[in-house]
């Protein structure tokens, strides 16, 4: 069964640094993008950027270019989404999403994460 | 604000069709295809629609999607209780070089 098994609940300090962690497995890693969607509380859904683990070619959305750093590890089979300073205001729930076969310009993505709830708060 | 904006909240009865819409610009609906996902109440989204009109292995043939010119559509008709959920429309936008997706419709089966 292809599918995308993220890391557990954070809670943290703003400043603090974080990394969470999205695992691809059922398939061949190197050959999905995997991307990041970010959804406040209550709010919508945000698209941040997205990784090729083949060659770890990256792209950002310009919302959250600077903001974050999306990292891919093959020999684990797994995509990062990083913080180096937190803030109040990153707390919501992310996704990880691939589109699998289908084309990362297709926006169609087809595999989720379960989610990854952050919540920053003093 | 999102780039593509959507109604926020639909609502109809059981057994009734409803539509949800979806409005963008040249730069994402007008010029690429639309998705649609679906997101039931504390799960991830999940995808309905993709090119427009098709359909995932899976989805009912309930859920239908439309394009004309630079707004989308989704259509379910046999509307059911489980049907009660978020409605994402998403399209690739040129001008930002990735995805946008629209502020969610509420759907509400009464």
């Known amino acids: 069964e292809v599918q995308l098994v993220q890391s557990g609940a954070e809670v943290k300090k703003p400043g603090e640094s974080l990394k969470i962690s999205c695992k691809g497995s059922?398939?061949?890693?190197?050959?999905?993008?995997i991307g990041w969607v970010r959804q406040m509380p209550g709010k919508g859904l945000e698209w941040m950027g997205i990784?090729?683990?083949?060659?770890?070619?990256?792209r950002y959305s310009p919302s959250f270019q600077g903001q974050v750093t999306i990292s891919a590890d093959k020999s684990t089979s797994t995509v990062y989404l990083q913080w180096s300073s937190l803030k109040a205001s990153d707390t919501a729930i992310y996704y990880c999403?691939?589109?699998?076969?289908?084309?990362?310009?297709?926006?169609?993505?087809?595999?989720w994460g379960q989610g990854t709830m952050v919540i920053v708060s003093s | 604000q999102s780039v593509v904006t959507q109604s926020p909240s639909a609502s109809g009865t059981p057994g009734q069709r409803v539509t949800i819409s979806c409005s963008g610009s040249?730069?994402?609906?007008?010029?690429?295809?639309v998705t649609w996902y679906q997101q039931l109440p504390g799960a991830a989204p999940k995808l309905l629609i993709y090119?427009?009109?098709q359909r995932p292995s899976g989805v009912p043939d309930r859920f239908s999607g439309s394009r004309s010119g630079t707004s989308a559509s989704l259509g379910i008709s046999g509307l059911q209780s489980e049907d009660e959920a978020e409605y994402y429309c998403?399209?690739?936008?040129?001008?930002?070089?990735?995805?946008?997706f629209g502020g969610g419709t509420k759907l509400t089966v009464l």
């Open positions: 040249s730069s994402n609906i007008g010029s690429n295809p």
């Open positions: 998403a399209a690739w936008d040129d001008s930002l070089s990735g995805p946008v």
């Open positions: 059922g398939y061949r890693f190197t050959s999905y993008w």
């Open positions: 999403a691939s589109p699998g076969g289908y084309s990362y310009g297709s926006v169609a993505f087809e595999i």
């Open positions: 990784i090729y683990p083949g060659d770890s070619d990256t």
């Open positions: 090119g427009n009109t």
